[in-house]
């Protein structure tokens, strides 16, 4: 349930409880001053009753002499003692009644009783009740849309507070509350989440830009020695060590190279240089580049039933058959970036993955698939970070690789999604956009 609705539910049920105490409190308050009165126009009654019948004999004002009807706790007063009793019984047009006794005499004479109905009262006390339930129920029907309306201001400017902070999650860092919320006046406690959104979303981007600017200072730093102990290998005499040597630098000089390219990933200093190119057969490539053994396989489209598809052949033979699926399988896009992107899929399949490795194009969309341990949650949670190196579970040493391809990804303007597949293995999908 929505929280506006929960809040108006809320102001509702507040509602009905005041209204329902209210009316009960009344209710009770009137019935009981109902009975006083009526006992005191009993008593009053009994007493001008005994006066009249003293003095001349005669029964006034609705006396009766020992009545039938009288309740048995007045059937044998005290001498000279006026006395009241509450009935509630119904009988025809008599309702609840209020009996008023007396003696008239000494001990064995007639008890003189006045019975005062309290029918009239009674009917207007419900007559009351049925009034205040009525206002209630209109007081509730105009309350409800405001407490609505209300609660709906409070949920719209939270949801909007989520947003922001959502649009922040997802590395928007230049995201902010302040217009979302139109810079309402006032400090209230959503006003206050959403300065504290605000101030994390500037610690943020500090650190991060700090980071991003650390990360290309040293990159930048360590082009120029690389490349000198590069060129310093070649001067070294032929040999085990002159080989072992040269593959290290070799390896740094990559890890170099990918800072640099992560460092403009971050500045967005990437575009696009877009052609139209057989999905296929790129993807088919930059899997031959890798120079692993990779299975590659294209799966017909709904809308390229008539072309010819290649399913688990080696990447070599895959490449070849590619070649064949024409326009119907081409997209328009960056077929460099394309290239880096599954061969950093391919690679970290291979390097924290177990084989088969599967690489399988259908219309847009490129799946990597291996069939080891698979990512784990907390990479799937928040996504590749860099430098995380380990060999002894999958993802401990995915480096670099991903998070580079996840930048090349978004400079495409395509979806890649790292996920697990259900029988085990890791799958990354890459969806081209049209």
Not at 104 to 132: E, F, K, T, W, Y
Request: aromatic residues 2%.
């Amino acid at each position: 349930m929505p929280l506006r609705w929960k809040i108006a539910a809320l102001a509702a049920a507040t509602a009905c409880l005041v209204a329902l105490a209210v009316g009960l409190l009344v209710h009770v308050w009137t019935a009981m001053d109902i009975r006083s009165r009526a006992e005191m126009e009993a008593t009053n009654t009994v007493y001008s009753a005994m006066d009249v019948y003293r003095r001349t004999g005669t029964l006034a004002g609705g006396a009766e002499l020992d009545p039938a009807e009288l309740p048995t706790a007045l059937r044998h007063p005290a001498d000279g003692d006026r006395r009241v009793a509450y009935d509630g019984r119904v009988e025809g047009n008599l309702g609840p009644s209020v009996w008023g006794a007396q003696r008239v005499g000494g001990a064995g004479s007639p008890v003189l009783a006045v019975r005062i109905n309290m029918s009239p009262q009674l009917h207007d006390l419900r007559r009351l009740d049925a009034s205040m339930a009525v206002a209630s129920l209109l007081s509730l029907a105009a309350a409800l849309p405001l407490a609505v309306y209300g609660a709906g201001l409070v949920a719209r400017r939270l949801r909007r507070v989520a947003e922001t902070a959502a649009r922040i999650s997802a590395g928007d860092l230049d995201a902010r509350t302040g217009p979302a919320l139109g810079h309402a006046r006032g400090r209230d406690e959503v006003t206050a989440i959403a300065a504290t959104v605000d101030l994390m979303a500037d610690s943020l981007g500090r650190r991060l830009r700090i980071e991003r600017q650390f990360t290309a200072d040293v990159a930048h730093e360590l082009r120029t020695p690389v490349g000198g102990l590069l060129a310093a290998t070649d001067l070294l005499p032929a040999g085990e060590t002159e080989d072992l040597l040269r593959s290290r630098v070799r390896d740094l000089r990559g890890l170099v190279e990918d800072l640099l390219e992560i460092s403009r990933l971050d500045a967005g200093a990437e575009a696009p240089v877009r052609a139209r190119v057989p999905l296929a057969a790129v993807v088919a490539e930059a899997v031959a580049r890798t120079g692993l053994d990779t299975e590659v396989g294209v799966t017909e489209a709904p809308d390229a039933a008539h072309a010819p598809h290649a399913a688990h052949a080696p990447a070599v033979e895959a490449l070849e058959t590619a070649k064949t699926v024409d326009t119907v399988d081409t997209v328009e896009t960056d077929p460099r970036r394309l290239e880096r992107i599954v061969g950093n899929l391919v690679i970290n399949a291979h390097r924290h993955g177990r084989t088969p490795v599967r690489v399988t194009v259908e219309g847009r969309t490129v799946v990597v698939r291996d069939h080891g341990p698979g990512f784990p949650a907390d990479l799937l949670l928040d996504g590749p970070r860099r430098f995380r190196t380990g060999a002894t579970e999958r993802g401990a040493g995915h480096g670099l690789g991903l998070t580079i391809a996840l930048g090349q990804a978004r400079v495409l303007g395509a979806e890649l999604r790292l996920d697990n597949a259900p029988d085990g293995g890791a799958v990354a999908t890459l969806r081209l956009p049209r």
